[in-house]
T-cell receptor, first 108, second 113 residues
Framework: DAKTTQPPSMDCAEGRAANLPCNHS???????VYWYRQIHSQGPQYIIH???NNETNEMASLIITEDRKSSTLILPHATLRDTAVYYC?????????FGTGTRLTIIP | EAGVVQSPRYKIIEKKQPVAFWCNPI?????LYWYLQNLGQGPELLIR????????DSQLPKDRFSAERLKGVDSTLKIQPAELGDSAVYLC???????????FGPGTRLTVL
């Protein structure tokens, strides 16, 4: 799986959109971009995934650049419950390879 | 729908003692994963089962770690003997064949003294 790079931490004001960037410049054509998050003392939770088109679900939106070398996870209206570590993963097979993620803190 | 169940949630043992963790995946999920998560790090895959078969155990330290999934449902991960460096959270996850989303349990936090 391709390596991903994320900022170690970010803050976002409650009610604002949280935009979490991820670089995956070596991603190959068959690798999907996956996002998981991990709230303190819980297991990781799936958020969203995509290949090359932008995706949206009830939790978030995923914007993938046309060259697929980077992506952004968007939480449209962040709440305090969105405080977590967010993992961006480039996945080509059954294996999930987690990095150290971005610790997102939502500020009241 | 019940999620992935793990027990115990916390375990404290002395080094050189054995320890076992249990996982009950989501009903109908044929794929089961065990992950290890060290403090401040992301989870790392230890072993993946497809039904009863361990299809990827390349990261499992086989000198002291073992796992089983005898009937293709519940699974047990064992460490014998435990070392200080085994202190970590052990996560179990499951997924449905053909679906790539993995569902994680809450984990077992192991402390080896």
């Amino acid at each position: 799986d391709a390596k991903t790079t994320q900022p170690p931490s970010m803050d976002c004001a409650e009610g604002r959109a949280a935009n979490l960037p991820c670089n995956h410049s070596t991603i190959s054509g068959n690798e999907y971009v996956y996002w998981y998050r991990q709230i303190h003392s819980q297991g990781p939770q799936y958020i969203i995934h995509g290949l090359k088109n932008n995706e949206t679900n009830e939790m978030a939106s995923l914007i993938i650049t046309e060259d697929r070398k980077s992506s952004t996870l968007i939480l449209p209206h962040a709440t305090l419950r969105d405080t977590a570590v967010y993992y961006c993963i480039a996945r080509g097979n059954e294996k999930l390879t987690f990095g150290t993620g971005t610790r997102l803190t939502i500020i009241p | 729908e019940a999620g992935v169940v793990q027990s115990p949630r916390y375990k404290i043992i002395e080094k050189k003692q054995p320890v076992a963790f249990w996982c009950n995946p989501i009903s109908g999920h044929n794929t089961l994963y065990w992950y290890l998560q060290n403090l401040g790090q992301g989870p790392e895959l230890l072993i993946r089962y497809e039904n009863e078969e361990a299809v990827d155990d390349s990261q499992l330290p086989k000198d002291r770690f073992s796992a089983e999934r005898l009937k293709g449902v519940d699974s047990t991960l064992k460490i014998q003997p435990a070392e200080l460096g085994d202190s970590a959270v052990y996560l179990c996850a499951s997924s449905l064949e053909g679906q790539r989303e993995q569902f994680f349990g809450p984990g077992t936090r192991l402390t080896v003294l």
